[in-house]
């Protein structure tokens, strides 16, 4: 990683930890109030933490392809602690826009990667899946579709060339979706950002 490139990185975790503290502080005063769900600040502040980690990530993959490089993924993870944040993986099974609000039906799975894709794939009766020949495996245990509802401010990456690129909100909706493979993290029920995933 180049000098500049080193000090990019740099400010943009110092951000983040900034960004960080504001997350608790904001959520310290929400649990000390008698509000159900979470509180406006601390949702603001928590999808701009998640946001602001996810451009630090999407920087660093694109400059050397390396999704979990400088402890990003441990950064993420844990995230994902954070109260009222959940996070999933989809297949985009249909997507429509109306008042300028983009909606998604999605099919969730889950994904087993290297000695758990093999187990996981055993206990679904599909031990010969051709997945594991790539080490992952998908699981689908539901044909019921989950709607969820993108607005402008959501943060979208996509992948190209097997790395990802933010792109426009607007951009996003005349891509071809269907069939594709995303994660995509809320707080408090509104989706803050969405991931395309990459399959060997």
């Known amino acids: 990683?180049?000098?500049a490139k080193w000090f990019t990185v740099s400010a943009a975790v110092v951000f983040a930890a900034s960004i960080a503290l504001n997350v608790y502080s904001a959520y310290?005063?929400?649990?000390?109030?008698?509000?159900?769900?979470?509180g406006n600040d601390y949702a603001a502040a928590a999808a701009e933490l998640i946001q602001s980690v996810d451009r630090l990530e999407v920087e660093v993959n694109s400059a050397n392809g390396n999704m979990n490089a400088d402890g990003i993924y441990e950064l993420r993870e844990t995230l994902l602690k954070l109260p009222d944040v959940t996070k999933?993986?989809?297949?985009?099974q249909d997507f429509s826009q109306e008042d300028g609000i983009l909606s998604l039906d999605l099919d969730v799975v889950e994904w087993?990667?290297?000695e758990e894709a093999e187990a996981a794939a055993k206990e679904d009766g599909n031990p010969e899946a051709s997945s594991l020949?790539?080490?992952?495996?998908?699981?689908?245990?539901?044909?019921?579709l989950e709607t969820i509802k993108l607005e402008p401010d959501v943060q979208i990456d996509v992948l190209e060339e097997a790395r990802l690129q933010a792109v426009q909100y607007q951009d996003f909706y005349s891509t071809e979706l269907k069939d594709r493979l995303f994660y995509y993290t809320a707080v408090g029920g509104k989706v803050v950002l969405l991931q395309e995933m990459y399959r060997p």
Do not use: C, Q, W
């Open 112 to 114: 087993f990667s290297g």
């Open 28 to 38: 310290r005063i929400h649990e000390s109030s008698d509000n159900e769900g979470p």
């Open 1 to 3: 990683m180049s000098r």
């Open 88 to 92: 999933k993986l989809a297949f985009v």
């Open 133 to 144: 020949a790539n080490g992952f495996y998908i699981r689908n245990t539901s044909d019921e």
